[in-house]
């Protein structure tokens, strides 16, 4: 007998087919068969391979590679030089990712900016990933109760999340409220001679406590209770105080 022949080993293709999913934060493919093969002979078969995506990104172009095939009970795979081609047509979707701002109440301060920053809601986020942060504001300025419109935009992800894996829709809060802001306007004392009428000496001769910022009320009603003389003790009342172009009074709780 001849004890120095040879076997070569033959040629096996293991090739990756194309797969897609929606993101779910991991590598793992959806089909653990997604794959074909060539040159095993008659009756031979894998039984499996391990199949991963080159990251957890989603994406188009994926790489899914294929690697570790295992031969069922009656093949060994050293009977075979493997080469493993991946596949590089694979697609992550991003997921659906909706971030809601929830109501919120402050009192008027002249500006669109909101009392909580972490006022806001996630639904759609893969396991132990995160929303950081978002921007919360005011879509106008003006006092309204249960009316008032916070728009939320520009999720950012933290250090575990990029919110470029997810599809973001974005729910306003519709029901929020900016109370009025007190402020107290306070007629001044005058002196006028007697002439018949209510009328006072200035009408600028009043106090504004509690505007905000650059804010000014332009002009207000002033009136004695009374036409008669008296020392000291004669009442003007101060009403309808109107706000410049830049300020609106019902902005304003005033007394």
Request: glycine residues 8%; charged residues 10%.
């Amino acid at each position: 007998n001849s004890t120095a022949s040879t076997i070569n080993k033959a040629e096996l293709g293991i090739t990756a087919l194309a797969q897609t999913k929606s993101y779910d934060g991991n590598i793992n493919v959806m089909n653990p068969i997604g794959y074909n093969v060539t040159g095993l002979v008659a009756g031979e078969n894998i039984s499996s391979v391990v199949l991963k995506f080159d990251t957890k990104n989603a994406g188009f172009n994926k790489t899914v590679s294929v690697s570790n095939a295992t031969g069922a009970a009656n093949t060994s795979l050293s009977n075979y030089n493997i080469t493993y081609s991946n596949s590089t047509d694979s697609t992550i979707y991003t997921k659906t990712l909706t971030v809601t701002a929830t109501n919120q109440t402050k009192t008027y301060d002249g500006g669109t900016g909101v009392a909580s920053n972490t006022a806001f809601t996630t639904s759609g986020l893969v396991a132990n990933e995160t929303i950081s942060s978002v921007t919360l504001a005011y879509t106008d300025k003006n006092a309204g109760a249960g009316n008032k419109t916070i728009a939320v935009t520009n999720a950012t992800g933290d250090a575990n999340t990029s919110v470029t894996n997810y599809l973001i829709t974005y729910v306003n809060s519709t029901a929020s409220t900016i109370t009025p802001k007190s402020l107290t306007v306070t007629a001044g004392a005058q002196t006028k001679t007697y002439d018949g009428t209510t009328t006072v000496a200035s009408n600028t001769a009043y106090n504004v406590s509690g505007l905000v910022g650059n804010e000014t009320i332009s002009s207000v009603v002033l009136a004695y209770t009374d036409k008669n003389a008296g020392a000291g003790n004669k009442t003007i009342a101060v009403t309808n105080a109107t706000g410049d172009a830049n300020t609106s009074a019902s902005n304003y709780n005033i007394t």
